[in-house]
């Protein structure tokens, strides 16, 4: 093959292909840092095509070149499933009891592994490429273990596209700016020395505390930062006690603060912290505070915009479609640390019936995306 002219008709020809690829892994998933089958067969499909991959150091996870040696742009597909069982109903349902891919992985590895295919074959690649079989996104760490095997030394721009069963099939949701969101966790516990609640006075009120944090940290951060960055906090978890009439001695709350805006995240924790000092210092109850910064916001750059968004629209004239910013977080923007890139939301939605959100025991996807999730790849290589 000697140039990119004849997508669509190949994608058309291999798209049963695809779907196979994709229900195999469907049928087997795997959860993070175990996906050992899901690596061996993309090894063994990407041998086949003449590449040659290298599984990443932990032994899941794959990064293959293609093309011309010097700069490359790298394209990202996560590879993991969840803890999820499956209520799909489907012929190629979940063979593991309680692990599905109820997130969409199993339809990104597809992809590119179409596009794998169909580079291998072409003899003049306008620029190298490499591919990311990521895995471990599901607990925010598989970027990074792919960033530390090297999937971005020598990498110019990094590409990604993931599922989203709220968009029709065909169609591509880009946003200029931040995509999703960084996502840190708050594990606060609380101690004072307890007592009878007719004499409050008497002991820290310990349960008083609580309450003053669950409020007050929310509010007091929502005075303190912009909300133009989309930045909030919420409340999880709150334990204490176990009689009415006795002031607990110890309690815990968990929660997370999200924000889109990647100077703010940085901001957080030593904001987060002066501000659940300062609520609890009058009240005589000592605390201890654990705060886990997640993953950055995916903050996708403009002239990778522009690539995918050309790529996008040249599928069709309706395939370019407006996504909001998402309050989830997604490990993609480990990547974005080291070069710039973008990732799009891939419309999985058939159209008719009830939209079922990732993430879901009932999830499903309308295997036509696969084609477009190819497409789109495809034309970003050849827009380089």
């Not at 109903?89 to 109820?102: E, N, R, T």
């Not at 029709?168 to 609380?190: F, K, P, Q, Y």
């Not at 709150?238 to 929660?255: C, D, K, M, S």
């Not at 002239?303 to 004239?317: F, K, N, Q, S, T």
Request: proline share 6%.
């Amino acid at each position: 093959m000697s140039s990119f002219e004849a997508i669509d008709a190949w994608v058309a020809e291999n798209e049963p292909q695809l779907v196979a690829w994709r229900r195999d892994m469907h049928r087997h998933p795997e959860l993070s840092r175990v996906e050992n089958r899901t690596t061996d067969l993309v090894v063994a499909q990407l041998e086949s095509f003449g590449l040659e991959p290298v599984r990443m150091p932990l032994g899941t996870g794959v990064l293959c070149d293609v093309g011309p040696d010097g700069d490359r742009i790298g394209l990202r597909a996560d590879m993991d499933a969840l803890p999820i069982p499956e209520h799909t109903g489907l012929p190629f349902a979940s063979m593991v009891d309680g692990v599905s891919h109820a997130c969409g992985h199993d339809a990104h590895t597809a992809i590119l592994l179409g596009v794998a295919k169909f580079l291998a074959a072409v003899d003049d690649l306008p620029v190298g490429v490499r591919l990311i079989f990521q895995p471990a996104e599901e607990v925010m760490a598989g970027a990074l273990d792919a960033v530390a095997a090297g999937a971005t030394k020598g990498v110019s721009a990094v590409y990604a596209l993931h599922c989203d069963p709220k968009l029709e099939v065909g169609r591509v949701g880009l946003r200029m700016g931040a995509i999703t969101s960084a996502a840190d966790v708050v594990d606060l516990s609380l101690s004072a020395p307890g007592g009878h609640t007719s004499r409050p006075h008497l002991t820290g009120d310990l349960v008083y505390a609580m309450g003053a944090v669950i409020t007050g940290l929310p509010g007091i951060l929502s005075r303190r930062i912009d909300p133009s960055t989309s930045t909030v906090m919420v409340w999880g978890a709150a334990h204490a006690g176990e009689a009415f009439n006795v002031i607990p001695q110890t309690g815990r709350l968990q929660g997370t603060v999200r924000t889109g805006d990647h100077d703010i995240w940085a901001q957080l924790e030593p904001t987060v912290r002066d501000i659940i000092g300062g609520i609890l210092a009058p009240l005589g109850v000592e605390y201890d505070l654990t705060y886990k910064r997640g993953v950055p916001p995916v903050v996708n750059d403009p002239d990778c915009y522009e690539r995918l968004h050309d790529a996008v629209a040249a599928i069709g004239p309706h395939a370019v479609a407006e996504t909001l910013q998402s309050g989830g977080g997604e490990d993609f923007s480990w990547y974005l640390e080291d070069v710039p890139g973008v990732m799009g939301r891939l419309g999985v939605w058939s159209g008719a019936g009830a939209q079922y959100d990732i993430h879901q025991p009932n999830f499903i996807l309308d295997e036509r995306a696969l084609a477009v999730g190819v497409k789109t790849f495809l034309r970003v290589v050849a827009g380089a």
